[in-house]
């Protein structure tokens, strides 16, 4: 069997198909001593539970029952004064913990009220919920794939030093940090991450004598759910592995004025009888249509669970490569949603490149994704993943008027040259700060709420919870002070 992971090359079968027997004999076949289970919390990081493993018995008792956590302490509105909740681990999230000292198993878990129903606002349950909806009323499955893009900072060489802000796809030695990622990228596959590949990105430059080089680990598609494990995996791996390596690591999504921001695009399909449904005829498909016209609606408050600090928004800015009106196009990355190019030309581009193969017979069309460009390593990766599939299925909702609002917000051209000067005036703007993100969500939170998916307690605690920066005015008011930039970036470093 083909595959990084050694729980599914050992027990011999999908992860999907583990049984609690399947753990319990691997963790006696191999010596391990300690279980971990983790959970996303809030704020959008994973918390650890340790386990050291007594008897069988005992192992038996947490891999069945889960264990008992204090609520409030994960979730800002939860009350302390019913805050008990139960976490249960998923048997098919295991995985080996490459950073304990002794042999360890680590499991995802789920969480579970007083009553032992899912706890309805459990960023987790939430997406479980937006994509059994979506499926539910279309018929189609949600899947989606993440652009993790971060910086690698560490102390600077005066070897081979990189061109600023000239850094994609760079290779050694000019790019320092080619073989850190691709050690991070096969802990992620270990721990059951689907990798698309790596690369080094646009960012790297120099400051206080630390060099600071831009990454991206991308994803393949998979359900919506996965795809949120593996994104929020593979933030704590890298993290991790970077302190071992005595690097620092972030997801900010602005580190300085003038040099690349970092964004955490999200790429999606929608699926029917294991059949992507973006295409039809070798063009974007009314279905995909539908959805992208939904994300068109909910883009104002997508930003509050996709945007969630003040530096968010100073990434947010014209001639970026980051989005600021709402708008799509094919092939454009100055749009808040691409459709990339797909395979579509019908030319064997094997063949033409290797003239000595057979004809190809590949299915191109299952590669066809389309791309939320404004979402950034603050995001909480469920809640975001989840307002997408809300968006989604609020788009095919709409019917003939989702194809419609489709046609009108497409553009074909750099919205920021001047000569599109007009046409830019014509489109709506994302929020610039957190506190328009919370009002935009207040506005627009009937969409989430709709089918009891996202809770009314979690939306009012988001929208306390950005309406607190106060940074209404923020990006104007320190626009060019390099000082008040550089506290505010401090900050918020370690976001997400």
């Not at 007594?54 to 029952?65: A, G, P, R």
């Not at 098919?92 to 950073?99: V, Y």
């Not at 700060?433 to 207040?442: G, M, R």
Request: net charge negative.
């Amino acid at each position: 069997m083909m595959t990084p992971n050694k729980l599914i090359a050992a027990i011999g079968k999908p992860c999907e198909e583990f049984t609690k027997d399947d753990i319990i004999k691997y963790i006696a076949d191999n010596g391990i001593q300690h279980v971990n289970f983790l959970y996303p919390a809030g704020d959008g990081r994973i918390k650890t539970l340790n386990f050291v493993i007594n008897s069988q018995e005992y192992l038996e008792e947490i891999l069945t029952c889960g264990e008992r956590v204090d609520g409030s302490s994960l979730f800002s509105f939860i009350q302390a004064s019913s805050s008990d909740l139960y976490v249960v681990p998923r048997y098919r999230t295991a995985f080996l913990d490459p950073f304990a000292p002794l042999p360890t198993l680590d499991l995802l878990c789920s969480f579970f009220d007083k009553d032992g129903n899912p706890l309805e606002s459990s960023p987790e349950y939430t997406l479980h919920k937006a994509c059994k909806q979506l499926k539910d009323e279309t018929g189609l499955e949600f899947q989606a794939m993440g652009e993790l893009e971060y910086y690698v900072i560490a102390p600077e060489t005066p070897f081979f030093p990189a061109t600023d802000q000239h850094g994609y796809h760079e290779s050694a030695p000019y790019a320092k940090f080619n073989d850190f990622r691709q050690e991070c990228m096969l802990y992620i596959a270990q721990a059951g991450g689907q990798i698309k590949y790596g690369h080094s990105e646009v960012g790297n430059f120099t400051l206080d004598g630390k060099v600071y080089e831009q990454n991206e680990i991308e994803f393949l598609p998979c359900p919506a759910e996965e795809a949120a494990n593996q994104l929020t995996l593979a933030k704590w791996i890298i993290r991790n592995l970077g302190f071992k390596h005595g690097y620092d690591i972030t997801f900010a999504p602005k580190i300085t004025t003038g040099k690349a921001g970092s964004g955490m695009h999200i790429h999606m399909r929608l699926m029917k009888n294991g059949l992507n449904q973006m295409l039809q005829d070798g063009k974007i498909s009314d279905t995909a249509k539908g959805a992208i016209s939904g994300m068109m609606t909910l883009a104002p408050s997508i930003t509050a669970f996709g945007n969630m600090n003040p530096t968010s928004y100073f990434r947010l800015v014209p001639h970026q490569e980051a989005p600021t009106n709402i708008c799509w196009g094919d092939r454009n990355r100055s749009v808040l949603v691409r459709v990339p190019l797909g395979w579509t030309s019908k030319n064997d581009l094997c063949k033409q490149a290797n003239p000595n193969e057979q004809d190809s017979a590949y299915d191109t069309r299952q590669k066809q994704t389309v791309e939320m460009r404004s979402p950034d390593g603050s995001a909480n990766v469920y809640l975001l993943m989840a307002a997408l599939a809300v968006a989604c299925r609020q788009g095919l909702k709409a019917g003939a008027a989702g194809i419609a609002l489709a046609n009108r917000t497409y553009v074909n051209v750099n919205i920021h040259l001047k000569e599109n000067e007009e046409l830019l005036k014509s489109l709506k703007t994302l929020p610039d700060s957190c506190v328009k993100s919370a009002q935009c969500l207040k506005e627009q939170r009937a969409y989430y709420e709709d089918a009891g998916i996202f809770s009314p307690a979690m939306l009012d605690g988001i929208i306390k919870q950005l309406e607190a920066f106060q940074d209404e005015t923020l990006r104007a008011d320190i626009a060019g002070n390099l000082t008040e930039i550089a506290k505010l970036v401090k900050e918020y470093f370690h976001c997400g």
